[in-house]
């Protein structure tokens, strides 16, 4: 069973411009979760969707955004970019949300210059 | 109150040696603790968890002891090796609407296994 992928891996953007990244979750999982890692703030969550709406949502700021789409995958959008959004993006897929099914992508290294 | 704090920041053991990690929490609402291991490159993996109705769960050489009344619980690794070298995350998680649930993480620790 083919596992989370991210797309792309690895982005360099500037500062001001916007980016999108994409999820495909395992097949038969409705549930993808974005979290975002950086080695100062560690792992934080940004907003869950499942069965195309946001059912949870992080303290992240309103240009932070995602959705997702009928068959699952995911897309999360950042906007107006700040040097302090580059970090590795992760994105975990679960059968209904529950983090015991729970399983990460390898995710999108964002690089903000 | 959402906060989950880890220590040490990194660890450094003998291979067969024991690794502990700790982590404490404030939220009594947290009703599930899991354990993550994350390699260079790779996103995190669930390792083990438990639920506060228990006080220890072990699998293989990984062990979660779990303190409810201290809020706190650990990662022991027993028979430490090499290939273990990683970095461990614990985590909590809260219900929220529905069946959803947020994940909170510390702030994880580097384990290194000296062969």
């Known amino acids: 069973k083919a596992g989370v992928t991210q797309t792309p891996r690895y982005l360099i953007k500037t500062r001001g411009q916007q980016v999108t990244l994409s999820c495909s979750p395992i097949?038969?999982?409705?549930?993808v979760s974005w979290y975002q890692q950086t080695p100062g703030q560690g792992l934080q969550f940004l907003f869950e969707?499942?069965?195309?709406?946001?059912?949870n949502k992080g303290n992240f700021p309103g240009r932070f955004s995602g959705r997702q789409f009928s068959n699952s995958r995911s897309e999360m959008n950042v906007s107006t970019l700040e040097l302090g959004d580059s970090a590795l993006y992760l994105c975990a897929s679960s059968l209904a949300g529950g983090p015991e099914t729970q399983y990460f992508g390898p995710g999108t290294r964002l690089l903000v210059l | 109150q959402q906060q989950v704090k880890q220590s040490p920041q990194s660890l450094i053991v003998q291979k067969g040696g024991i690794s502990i990690i700790n982590c404490a929490y404030e939220?009594?609402?947290?009703?599930?603790f899991p354990w993550y291991q994350q390699f260079p490159g790779k996103g995190p993996a669930l390792l083990i968890a438990i639920r506060p109705d228990v006080s220890e769960k072990k699998e293989g050489r990984f062990t979660i002891s779990f303190n409810k009344s201290a809020k706190q619980f650990s990662l022991h690794i027993m028979d430490s090796q090499p290939g273990d070298s990683a970095t461990y995350f614990c985590?909590?998680?809260?219900?929220?609407?529905?069946?959803?649930?947020?994940?909170?993480f510390g702030s994880g620790t580097q384990l290194t296994v000296l062969p």
């Open positions: 969707y499942f069965s195309e709406t946001q059912r």
């Open positions: 985590a909590a998680s809260i219900p929220s609407s529905g069946s959803a649930r947020q994940l909170t």
């Open positions: 097949s038969g999982h409705r549930s």
């Open positions: 939220n009594t609402a947290f009703d599930y």
